[in-house]
């Protein structure tokens, strides 16, 4: 009897590692034939038993004029999961997206809610998604709803080694409300939004809302911008009260409105070397729940974008805070800031609106010589912000400025600038051994109020 019990736990046990080739279900990557209904029934089948899904290379054309599965809630693209699984990829493996086909939503529950028990992990490994044919069915406005690979209420979703091209949709890959979600070595090549409507919620390479923790890590995320290709929403963006602690790093994002976008997270999320060039902004902070975020190491530049390009936030730098006093104590350190003359002009180089801020070891060259850097910049005499540290680091600009700040410390700075103006009051302010490059005339320099030597 014992030896029948644990070879029937073995039986189950290899029928969740099962191994199972697409193949199976009569879908042949070697022709031209339509695939929808075939490849749903295969993804159908792995999200009910489990084990792993491998596709070989081969050419796959999915229809969403041919697609008859009513998914959740009539939802055709939304599946049921009931065993964690892994959809294996060949890496020549080419899923065509074609005629609105919207992709594949994982969830654990129908219905989830604030009480949903976040279970089972999905893997997606490989292969390329091409989008070029999905594009006809695109309404003049509004957000076109088509993912490439999403998943929710999860203990962990991963994705590895995808490559999505020519897509315009909601999102290439996206997490909402998974204990964890991991992406690496993915590239997003012309991923971006409707191309008729400029509306700022779509068009996003990697997204990520209400998300305990992420890693976010080697992805490449360009989009070529032409007349027929708007410009990218974010290439990587963290949003919303369930995010928690994350890191973002080596990733390459070009052609977006904003490198990487991080708004509404109860968590810190670590921004570390990674290349933001070609973007309207890079890095831009949204009222985090005075969270802690770190922006380490990274370059950032305008190079690539073109000079008429059209934000779509009303603002731009390559490092901003956006809400008053809502991102403090947060660290920029060691980052790389250019500004070519020859593209697109930001509206500034640097914000500063949260208090408890280190400002350190950067490098901020605006080569046009026109923006401006605000230190810190609080409301009011009564909307104060503190604590700014702004030290060693190299400024070339117009403008810098700082104004309804208390307990400012600004040291060791070099700046090539044209103007400044200080407005210290009568907290414990410090100003010492900040050198001026020629430009600097010093009935330019304006500092006013109460500061120390020491």
């Known amino acids: ?25 009569n879908v042949n990557g070697n022709d031209r034939n339509d695939d929808t209904i075939t490849f749903d029934n295969a993804i159908e089948y792995i999200t009910k038993n489990g084990g792993t899904l491998s596709i070989p290379k081969g050419n796959y054309y999915l229809n969403n004029d041919f697609r008859k599965r009513k998914g959740v809630h009539n939802n055709n693209y939304i599946f049921l999961i009931s065993r ?3 959809i294996k990829l060949n890496k020549g493996a080419v899923l065509h997206y074609q005629n609105g086909f919207k992709g594949f939503r994982f969830r654990s529950v129908a219905d ?13 490994d490989g292969g390329i998604i091409n989008a070029v044919n999905n594009i006809t069915t695109i309404p003049k406005i509004g957000n076109p709803e088509m993912w490439g690979f999403v998943a929710e209420t999860l203990h962990n979703f991963t994705v590895k080694n995808l490559e999505v091209k020519n897509f315009r949709g909601t999102a290439a890959v996206a997490s909402y409300s998974n204990d964890i979600f991991e992406i690496e070595n993915s590239n997003f090549l012309n991923v971006t939004g409707n191309p008729y409507d400029l509306v700022d919620n779509h068009g996003d390479a990697i997204y ?8 976010i890590v080697n992805n490449n995320a360009t989009n070529s911008i032409t007349s027929k290709n708007r410009i990218g929403r974010v290439g ?11 890191l973002i790093e080596n990733n390459i994002v070009n052609g977006y409105d904003r490198g990487v976008h991080v708004e509404l997270i109860k968590g810190s999320a670590l921004i570390r070397n990674n290349r933001l060039i070609g973007n309207s902004s890079g890095i831009v902070l949204w009222n985090n729940y005075k969270n802690k975020q770190v922006i380490d ?22 490092i901003i805070m956006l809400g008053y006093n809502t991102n403090n104590n947060t660290t920029i350190i060691n980052n790389q800031i250019t500004i070519d003359k020859n593209f697109y002009r930001p509206r500034n180089i640097l914000q500063i609106t949260s208090s408890s801020i280190d400002v350190k070891n950067n490098k901020f060259i605006d080569e046009t010589n026109e923006l401006s850097l605000a230190i810190a910049q609080g409301q009011s005499d009564k909307e104060k912000i503190t604590n700014i540290n702004f030290s060693n680091n190299i400024v070339q600009t117009k403008i810098v400025n700082a104004y309804d700040v208390s307990n400012l410390n600004i040291n060791g700075n070099k700046f090539d600038i044209s103007e400044m103006t200080i ?10 051994n900040n050198k001026f490059g020629e430009n600097l005339q010093k009935k330019r320099i304006n500092i006013l109020g109460k500061y120390s030597l020491q």
């Open 1 to 25: 009897m014992r030896f029948f019990t644990i070879l029937l736990i073995f039986f189950f046990h290899s029928l969740l590692g099962q191994s199972v080739n697409i193949e199976k279900f």
């Open 84 to 86: 964690s699984f892994t």
């Open 112 to 124: 989830p809610d604030d009480k949903t028990i976040r279970k089972y992990e999905v893997i997606i």
């Open 208 to 215: 990520v809302a209400n998300t305990l923790a992420y890693k």
């Open 236 to 246: 990587i963006c963290i949003e919303y009260e369930g995010c928690g602690n994350g």
């Open 297 to 318: 190491s990274n370059i950032i530049s305008n190079r690539g974008l073109q000079i008429n390009n059209k934000s779509l936030l009303y603002t731009s730098a390559p």
């Open 423 to 432: 407005s210290f009051d009568n907290s414990k302010n410090i100003y010492k």
